[in-house]
């Protein structure tokens, strides 16, 4: 009896031992799992982040202060190379941007004046630096007194000189060191970009008279200033310094791939209308550009539009890129009221495979305050990278649904063989899957 006793115990005692083994290695791997999941967290918090955990007693403002102490000392020098940068980069833009009303839009006088920006935030992106490249971001605010004269003919011959005045920024520099070499200053080149512009402000004066009085050309020129800036300096974009000679050319900005985006339809929109319902059409694009911003086909009276459009978008850069769609009312004659916004991440699509979503819109992108319903928008997308696409099927191309057999009927194909060729694709036919609302 004794000893089926001590069995007994020696068993439970095992099996105990067993158990509180387990729960202290499942503790153990929790743990270990929570730490690795805070310090990924940690790698990617931003500056804006550590601000918001930090008290400003404890932010290492030193390396800030010490940063614009020299960046004002260097200001005169900085200011001179900047001046001709832009010049050289900027005024063949405003050229390709300018209204149809100008016949020239070229730079007189372009200084930055005496005032350095001033750096406020600073954070190394690890994720996208690489194993031959640092990248570097600094967050910048410039309140300056520039010296920016615009020389403006229309096609009239008259000429005007336009004062850009008053300007105050607000964003966040991107710097890539690259490649690392082992001779000094140890990267071959440097490429800086506008990651993210946050605020843009500035005013237009003619020189000697009120650009007021020229109907139409203030807001013309305030909207070629913007593309001209978002098409030479903004991300994806990148100016690249050669620091180092050597060849450079894979740090420039190339196409890698393309982006298919079926707008499909939108539900439960705003009213924006007193009598009626609103007139909605969307605006579509990836880098706001004119030649790049897409518009759909206007849907009167309807809070539930079904539009079943194509769009192709051109991708830089998959990995910070996004798409962004706006649904307007229509107005007539008058500006289109803004219905509502979405946003989706690129990096968020599998290349090759079709994504359908829908989005909820929202007034504005960056702050979100208004938690309103505006009603959604469903897209279809399909990213393709470039060197792959071959091998993806577009179901938004018109021939995606056809057979070989198919397409040579669709080339010309005729006589007996035809109506063959038609009877065997009618029944194939009936197989496929059309993507998209059926009206």
């Given amino acids: 009896m004794g000893f089926i006793s001590g069995m007994i115990v020696g068993i439970a005692v095992g099996i105990g031992l067993i158990v509180a083994f387990a729960r202290f ?31 400003p007693k404890f932010y290492p403002s030193w390396v800030l202060n010490w940063l614009n102490s020299q960046l004002t000392k260097l200001w005169p020098y900085v200011n001179e190379a900047a001046s001709e940068l832009i010049r050289s980069n900027v005024e063949p833009i405003l050229e390709q941007y300018k209204p149809v009303i100008l016949s020239s839009l070229t730079f007189s006088k372009l200084t930055l004046g005496t005032v350095a920006p001033q750096f406020t935030g600073i954070s190394i992106v690890e994720e996208d630096s690489g194993a031959d490249g640092v990248t570097m971001e600094l967050e910048m605010q410039w309140d300056g007194n520039p010296n920016i004269v615009l020389d403006i003919k229309t096609r009239l011959g008259v000429v005007l000189p336009v004062q850009v005045k008053n300007i105050g920024f607000t964003g966040v520099f991107r710097l890539i060191f690259k490649p690392l070499v082992n001779e000094f200053p140890a990267f ?11 605020d843009l402000d500035f005013t237009l004066k003619v020189i000697g008279g009120d650009i007021s009085a020229l109907p139409g050309i203030s807001d013309a020129i305030e909207e070629t200033i913007r593309d001209a800036i978002e098409d030479s300096i903004t991300w994806p974009v ?63 009276n309807q809070l539930n539009p079904v539009w079943n459009e194509h769009f192709e978008f051109i991708i830089e850069d998959a990995s910070t890129q996004h798409l962004t769609v706006r649904i307007f009312d229509d107005e007539g004659i008058q500006a289109s009221e803004l ?70 009927l669709k080339s010309g194909a005729g006589g007996a063989e035809a109506e063959d060729i038609s009877k065997t694709s009618s029944r194939r036919r009936s197989n496929v899957i059309v993507r998209g609302v059926l009206l």
């Fill in 25 to 55: 290695e499942s503790i153990r791997s929790k743990r270990r799992s929570d730490l690795a999941k805070t310090i990924a967290a940690f790698a990617r918090m931003t500056v804006e982040d550590s601000r918001k955990l930090l008290p």
């Fill in 188 to 198: 071959g080149a440097v490429c800086f970009s506008l990651r993210e512009k946050k």
């Fill in 339 to 408: 219905i509502g916004c979405a946003q989706v991440s690129l990096k968020e699509l599998q290349p090759g495979k079709v994504r359908d979503v829908w989005l909820k819109l929202v007034k504005d992108l960056e702050v979100h305050r208004d938690n309103k319903y505006r009603g959604e928008v469903q897209l279809e997308l399909l990213y393709c990278p470039f060197g792959v696409d071959n091998s993806f099927k577009n179901p938004f191309d018109p021939d995606y649904s056809l057979t070989t057999f198919e397409k040579t």
């Fill in 238 to 300: 990148r100016i690249i310094i050669p620091i180092i000679p050597g060849d450079y050319s894979n740090l420039e900005l190339k196409p890698v791939g393309t982006l298919e985006v079926k707008l499909v339809q939108a539900k439960n929109l705003t009213n924006k209308d007193l009598i009626g319902k609103s007139d909605p059409y969307a605006v579509i694009f990836v880098r706001p550009l004119r030649d790049r911003i897409k518009t759909s086909k206007i849907i009167n």
